[in-house]
């Protein structure tokens, strides 16, 4: 069956190192794959996305990577902020599926100061 | 204004109710999508409609059905609310973008109680 793993126990890091998470998948062919953030009791913010043929895509303190052989994205956030401290969730956008997005879990990040 | 509007931002009701949950945008988008939300499960698809005459159902749509009455509004009912189906729901929106790629625009979310 399809699936999309993301830690879900929660990640706690020190203000100013770098936060990274994983997102692995499993019999998919995604022709897109996205990041979103999501606040406590909020709908999710759409924070970047990288394309299949893309290795690495950066905005500001943020860096994704796409590895299809080992069917994973890495998520960074450098330098982190405790205003970081939220869940990221991952979500594919499989062509053959009419290009809606399936997510993952998400894990929760928590940046102390 | 939001962009994406949600109503009612939360609903108590009960056992075997009619209940509908109601979705309007102001981005003039094509796509608009159904997700539910529950703990340690992330976000599943519900139902989902690529324009106004479009309706599809997603993994998850045993139990609701919903009406695209025009591009702006996107209704979701549970014919007959039932327990398991307390969660957290939310609307999206996405243009019709070249190349399939989607972002997507979520709504503030309804929290639905069925006791």
């Known amino acids: 069956s399809q699936k999309i793993e993301q830690n879900s126990e929660a990640l706690n890091i020190q203000e100013g190192k770098t936060a990274t998470l994983t997102c692995n998948y499993t019999n998919y062919s995604p022709a897109y794959l996205q990041w979103y953030r999501q606040d406590p009791g909020r709908g999710p913010v759409f924070l970047l996305l990288?394309?299949?043929?893309?290795k690495e895509k950066r905005k500001e303190r943020l860096k994704v990577t796409f590895d299809t052989t080992l069917k994973q994205s890495l998520f960074h956030i450098t330098a982190s902020q405790p205003a970081d401290s939220a869940t990221y969730l991952c979500?594919?956008?499989?062509?053959?599926?009419?290009?809606?997005?399936?997510f993952g879990g998400g894990t929760r990040v928590l940046v102390k100061p | 204004d939001a962009d994406v509007t949600q109503t009612p931002r939360n609903r108590i009701t009960k056992t075997g109710k009619r209940i509908m949950l109601e979705c309007s945008q102001t981005k003039g988008h094509d796509r608009m999508y159904w997700y539910r939300q529950d703990p340690g499960l992330g976000l599943r698809l519900i139902y989902y409609s690529f324009d106004v005459k479009d309706i599809n159902k997603g993994e998850i749509s045993d139990g609701y059905s919903v009406s695209r009455q025009a591009q702006a509004k996107f209704s979701l009912s549970l014919e007959s609310a039932i327990p398991n189906q307390t969660a957290l729901y939310f609307c999206?929106?996405?243009?019709?973008?070249?190349?399939?790629?989607?972002?997507?625009?979520f709504g503030p979310g309804t929290r639905l109680t069925v006791l």
């Open positions: 990288i394309r299949e043929n893309e």
């Open positions: 979500a594919l956008d499989v062509k053959a599926a009419g290009n809606k997005l399936t």
């Open positions: 999206a929106t996405s243009d019709r973008t070249s190349g399939g790629a989607n972002e997507q625009f």
